[in-house]
């Protein structure tokens, strides 16, 4: 079993920080591919961004330049620094991961979320 602990939400104004971490726990192999979703009220849920294991990064058009995802192997942790935040970035966010908690096998897992408010 895979536990993933989303913290760092909160309410920011606009243009202001936040940090969310992300930390795996339980039985972890490695860890493939990681990744920040967001949903807000009414929306689906979309990527704002991913990192892979050897550092590649991928991110929504909505949030180049602003958002900054990475990760500590050694730590089982993912981060997104999230700068010049928008009310229109108001969400719950939640972690994901490809987990391969033993060789060959792959599953994938979700956090509860952590709620980003952001007020104009």
């Known amino acids: 079993q895979v536990q993933l602990a989303e913290s760092g939400g909160g309410l920011v104004q606009a243009g202001g920080s936040l940090r969310l971490s992300c930390a795996a726990s339980g039985i972890v192999f490695s860890i493939n591919a990681m990744g920040w979703y967001r949903q807000a009220p009414g929306k689906q849920r979309e990527l704002v961004a991913s990192i892979r294991n050897g550092g590649s990064r991928n991110y929504a058009d909505s949030v180049k330049g602003r958002f900054t995802i990475s990760r500590d192997n050694a730590k089982n942790t993912m981060y997104l620094q999230m700068n010049s935040l928008k009310p229109e970035d108001t969400a719950v966010y939640y972690c994901?991961?490809?987990?391969?908690?033993?060789?060959?096998?792959?599953?994938?897992?979700w956090g509860k979320g952590t709620l980003v408010t952001v007020s104009s």
């Open positions: 994901n991961a490809v987990v391969q908690s033993a060789p060959g096998l792959l599953g994938t897992w």
